[in-house]
């Protein structure tokens, strides 16, 4: 029998009998929108699949954890979701070429974002796609360049695919292995609820705080006349040469990422 919940209207059984798989489904939209719909940025990915991992754990009311499947699926669910986020965003780029990047104060296309992605294809070539997952808003782009400057779909994918696993389920499943470590097994179970809570809730907060922060500087850059993509020749120059997805890490030592 587990413990009270410590926030009373959010006791676990009750939100677990409640949310049942959807829950799941949920946290796959979110691996799917930080890639397929290009809102990856605003989203606290990294830190969902490892809460995802811990919520699968095991628990006297419910064996399979928080999903209510075994923690396979659930790593496997969200590696697919990451993988077909990924897909998306690259047809987005291809299909839309540059005008993708022909955004103005939408705050989700700006210069920098684009350029700093360009500069990790720059140093890494095509395992960009890969190294990309564990990196904040390269990997929302990353897709849609690679799609944009035509890299080859079969090495796409393979990297894509790669990329997926390590990430999607990889993470999914540290969350899960270090939930076997009697601290964090006992803080789950007996505060499971908080945990829900801020998963939920500190998803939500962080997605509005970066969605009205990138809003304001895109309206800042577009009045001060900076930082806006306004005609088809400044979108061109956003393009990668198809070249650069042909490189290794060892054709650019010594050029960071640009922040």
């Given at each position: 029998?587990?413990?009270?919940?410590?926030?009373?209207?959010?006791?676990?059984?009750?939100?677990i009998a409640w949310a049942g798989p959807w829950a799941?489904?949920?946290v796959c939209?979110?691996?799917?929108?930080?890639?397929?719909?290009l809102v990856g940025f605003l989203l606290p990915?990294?830190?969902?699949?490892?809460?995802?991992?811990?919520?699968?754990?095991p628990q006297d009311y419910a064996p399979n954890g928080v999903f209510g499947i075994s923690v396979w699926w659930v790593a496997l669910l969200i590696g697919l979701s990451a993988f077909v986020g990924g897909e998306v965003g690259y047809l987005i780029g291809h299909k839309a070429g540059p005008a993708v990047f022909e955004r103005k104060e939408?705050?989700?296309f700006s210069v920098k974002n684009v350029e700093r992605t360009n500069a990790f294809f720059e140093r890494f070539g095509g395992l960009t796609i890969i190294l990309a997952r564990f990196v904040p808003i390269v990997r929302t782009f990353a897709p849609v360049a690679a799609g944009v400057g035509h890299m080859h779909k079969g090495k796409y994918t393979l990297y894509n695919l790669?990329?997926?696993?390590?990430?999607?389920?990889?993470?999914?499943?540290?969350?899960?292995?270090?939930?076997?470590?009697?601290?964090?097994?006992?803080?789950?179970?007996?505060?499971?609820d908080v945990i829900l809570l801020v998963?939920?809730?500190?998803?939500?907060a962080v997605t509005l705080f970066h969605y009205f922060r990138e809003r304001s500087k895109a309206s800042k850059a577009a009045a001060a006349g900076e930082d806006v993509v306004t005609d088809h020749s400044e979108?061109?120059?956003?393009?990668l040469d198809p070249e650069v997805f042909d490189r290794g890490p060892e054709h650019s030592e010594g050029d960071a990422p640009k922040a």
């Open positions: 029998m587990h413990e009270i919940a410590l926030i009373p209207w959010l006791d676990p059984a009750a939100i799941l489904v949920a939209f979110i691996v799917f929108a930080e890639t397929g719909l990915g990294d830190t969902l699949l490892i809460i995802a991992g811990l919520l699968s754990h939408s705050g989700l790669i990329g997926a696993v390590l990430w999607g389920f990889g993470l999914t499943m540290f969350g899960y292995v270090i939930g076997f470590i009697p601290p964090v097994a006992d803080f789950v179970e007996n505060y499971i998963a939920v809730g500190g998803t939500a979108a061109e120059a956003l393009v």
